[in-house]
């Protein structure tokens, strides 16, 4: 059974930083595509960002040049760094894997973790 546990999120000032980590199990880490998504109130799920498993990424154009995504494969653990924080970041960010399977996507979400952008 793939399990994906987040973590990380919190309260923090406008302008701020926070990393957040998510851990895979029950499966070889290497092969998933990871992605962070993010919820905020009353808003649909939206991708912030992705990374292959051959390390290319994605962003989303509100996150560009504040946002790193990044994979450690021995650790089984994905990373968001969120700099320059602002308000509208504020949400429910999840952590996402996926891979194709005999053409089926395979796919798995974490309970999520919960940012604040407040001052």
């Known amino acids: 059974q793939v399990q994906l546990v987040e973590s990380g999120g919190g309260l923090v000032q406008p302008g701020g930083s926070l990393r957040l980590s998510c851990v895979l199990s029950g499966s070889i880490f290497s092969i998933y595509t990871m992605g962070w998504y993010r919820q905020a109130p009353g808003k649909q799920r939206e991708l912030v960002a992705t990374?292959?498993?051959?390390?290319?990424?994605n962003y989303a154009d509100s996150v560009k040049d504040r946002f790193t995504i990044s994979r450690d494969n021995a650790k089984n653990t994905v990373y968001l760094q969120m700099n320059s924080l602002k308000p509208e970041d504020t949400g429910v960010f999840y952590c996402n894997s996926r891979r194709y399977s005999d053409l089926k996507l395979i796919n798995y979400w974490g309970q999520g973790t919960r940012v604040t952008v407040s001052s």
């Open positions: 990374i292959t498993s051959g390390g290319s990424t």
